[in-house]
């Protein structure tokens, strides 16, 4: 059974910056997709970033380009979302998800993804 365990969300005033971090358990390979959502209230749910654990290619939304990165510790089964010059539009619940299956180009689709972790908040203040 797979599980996703999200850490390092909290508040920052605008232009600071947060790692996030979600430790994956229970795949036995590493082909899979990693992505990183986010849902702030009254509005839907948002890709942000995607990992091809396997390959190690990285996507990003236009949103969040040049500042969120994705890295990964295949050791520890965790990739990590460093967010910098955070800006009060990018408070959300941030959600990490999985996927073994993916179609191409959907990277940042959440419907793409079947194991999902319990959500960790960022706050960015003005």
């Known amino acids: 059974q797979v599980q996703l365990v999200e850490s390092g969300g909290g508040s920052v005033q605008a232009g600071g910056a947060l790692r996030l971090s979600c430790t994956a358990a229970g795949f036995t390979h590493n082909s899979y997709y990693l992505g990183w959502f986010r849902q702030a209230p009254g509005k839907e749910r948002e890709g942000v970033a995607a990992?091809?654990?396997?390959?190690?290619?990285?996507f990003y939304a236009d949103s969040v380009k040049g500042r969120f990165t994705n890295s990964k510790d295949n050791a520890k089964n965790t990739v990590f979302l460093q967010m910098d010059s955070l800006k009060p539009e990018d408070s959300a619940m941030y959600y990490c998800a999985a996927t073994t299956a993916m179609t191409f180009g959907r990277q940042l689709v959440a419907a793409q993804y079947n194991y999902w972790g319990q959500g960790t908040q960022v706050t960015v203040s003005s």
């Open positions: 990992m091809n654990i396997y390959a190690g290619n990285t």
